[in-house]
């Protein structure tokens, strides 16, 4: 055991400008920051941090600041002041590690190239399980649990690289279940997001990338939302939307939010406490193939979004309209059934113009 004193300032063991060091098997507790690693000439790289205890430390549990390669594996790291810190670092690896009960975040990475965040327990934390800027990282099933904030969060500052973001549980945590910002070409896929109190998926200018597979239920707000809020070349459209699960969530199981040409296909959107899917100042979409059913207010709403493709969907026995378009205007609606719903069957307000019907299934009773 490396024991000390609860001291902001003091180090349990540091690593500075080495090469191919081991740390395993050992307990580091009650120091400022329980295992540093930081820059000297030549550089500080290829370290392990194996089968250790890194506990109540006032700071960090794990800090690196401009290090190289790092692994840290089958360790945990508890009661710090932040789990794990990286900083202007590269390729490291965050594996089979439980970080717990920290006071702030659990992995926190800033502007750390090549990371991999896998098969982790991370919950309990007082700020975000994980939290990455200005580059992302591939966060790859963990289980992400009671953190005060937003369980997963990776924000790659408009970053170009593929990052895969899959295979998580992310659920009760304190915000959002998943939040990824920024990101170009990236998939987020099979993940199970559950009981958070914001959204369940929460995708802010996510260009060109597919949303696959992932199950989003009794979230506080939407199951997924995408939002475009950049003005920018960057933007945050052409996304692939296929076969997920967005169910019994407290407001729309799906939103899209001036995110455009986007592609809405063979999802599940039902029993939510809004819309099943609202699509608002938004052109450009196809949305085909989808089960839209039993949510309690309409089932597609539309809300200045223009030249849209409504497609082959089944829209049935929602308790609002079937199909709402609000100040919409040149929409396709073809090959729909819409049935059973508690008002209208479809509203085509006063404020919109030049949508096309063809070929849908319209009745009272499905």
């Not at 205890?53 to 002041?81: L, M, W």
């Not at 996510?206 to 992932?214: A, L, R, S, T, Y």
Request: charged fraction near 30%.
């Amino acid at each position: 055991m490396v024991e000390g004193q609860s001291r902001s300032g003091t180090v349990g063991i540091l690593i500075r400008g080495a090469d191919g060091v081991t740390v395993e098997d050992v307990e580091v507790r009650e120091w400022g920051n329980g295992i540093e690693l930081e820059y000297k000439s030549p550089g500080t790289r290829n370290v392990r941090i194996v089968d250790s205890h890194v506990t109540d430390n006032v700071r960090t549990g794990i800090r690196g600041d401009d290090v190289g390669k790092t692994t840290i594996r089958a360790t945990h790291v508890g009661d710090n002041g932040v789990g794990i810190h990286f900083s202007v670092s590269s390729t490291l690896a965050v594996h089979d590690t439980d970080i717990y009960d920290n006071d702030g975040r659990g992995i926190y990475l800033d502007d750390t190239s090549r990371a991999s965040i896998e098969g982790n327990e991370i919950f309990d934390n007082g700020g975000q399980g994980i939290y990455t800027i200005d580059l992302g990282a591939d966060v790859v099933d963990n289980e992400v649990s009671g953190n005060a904030m937003t369980g997963i969060h990776v924000d790659a500052d408009n970053n170009a690289r593929l990052y895969e973001i899959s295979g998580n549980e992310a659920w009760d945590n304190g915000e959002h279940g998943i939040v990824v910002r920024e990101i170009a070409e990236t998939e987020v896929s099979d993940n199970e997001v559950r009981g958070n109190d914001v959204d369940g998926i929460l995708l802010v200018d996510f260009h060109d990338g597919e949303v696959i597979d992932n199950e989003a239920r009794k979230n506080g707000d939407d199951g997924l939302h995408v939002l475009k809020e950049s003005t920018g070349s960057f933007g945050g459209d052409s996304n692939v939307i296929e076969n997920n699960v967005l169910e019994e969530n407290d407001d729309d199981g799906l939103f899209v939010e001036f995110s455009s040409e986007n592609v809405v296909e063979n999802n599940e959107m039902t029993g939510n406490g809004d819309d099943g899917v609202q699509f608002s100042g938004t052109e450009d979409n196809e949305l085909v193939d989808n089960e839209v059913t039993d949510n309690d207010d309409d089932g597609a709403r539309f809300v200045e979004a223009n030249d849209n493709d409504v497609v082959g969907n089944t829209i049935e026995e929602n308790d609002d309209d079937g199909l709402d378009l609000e100040n919409s205007d040149d929409n396709d609606i073809e090959e729909n059934s819409i049935c059973g719903n508690g008002d209208s069957q479809i509203v085509d307000d006063a404020t919109s113009t030049g949508n096309d019907y063809d070929d849908n299934d319209v009745a009272s009773r499905c």
